[in-house]
């Protein structure tokens, strides 16, 4: 039955550049921008710019390596809308870096409808990339992600809308950022973190760490805190912390603007 699906997305290619043009036109074709146009603009982009192919091979290997349900390399060519995003994602970034910021911006508008992926063709994005599940998730104009990171699905690198220029968070190399998060501001990530659903402040948490996750506690230990949002700092050195807010302190920040924010740190040994 999928003979010819396999055929027309495969085995027909001679190379995994051509396999994803074919693929990404056909994504991404709409009545106004039929399917053989953007297979011209994709093709052209492979063509000046091979490390694209080279990113895409690297986003391949993160995800077969990453995701335990995945136990195929040609899944993500075939089925992951969010391997699909980001390499039309890479497209969009060569189009703006060449100055055609309208068809850039055309690209990243068929992206965010086809995929529910709406990410900035100027922000920069490194490879061994994993979007997982990939919906709602957000990535801003000047949002940097290094290398080797994975991002669930409802993530937002965003600002503020209280400032302009360099605006967005920078995420370091191996960072993973649980289904939900919402990170805004120019701010800085450690490296090889995790980082599960909270919201940063741009004011109060410029830098983190590195090698920590942070994630927001249960609703049961925010009611015994009396406070709506908890920061809590994870050593890496448990593999499987507590849902709750038992073995750590709670350290509320003086500032008035921040008196519903606790920050939590296990207690040392």
Known sequence: MLASFYHATLLKHENLGSALSYMLANKLASPI?????????????????????????????AVRTRDPAVDKYSTPLLYLKGFHALQAYRIGHWLWTQGRRALAIFLQNQVSVSFQVDIHPAAKIGRGIMLDHATGIVVGETAVIEDDVSILQSVTLGGTGKTSGDRHPKIREGVMIGAGAKILGNMKSGVARRLAPVRWYCSRFRRTPPRRAYRRVSSASRRATSRRWIWISISTA?????????????????AAKHRNVARIRRNAP
Do not use: H, K, N, W
């Open 238 to 254: 448990s593999t499987t912390p507590s849902s709750t807010a038992t073995g750590f302190d709670v350290l509320p920040f003086a």
């Open 33 to 61: 921008m039929p399917a053989i146009a953007i297979r011209e603009v994709v093709e052209e982009a492979y063509a000046a710019d091979p490390e694209m192919i080279a990113s895409a091979a690297c986003d391949i290997q």
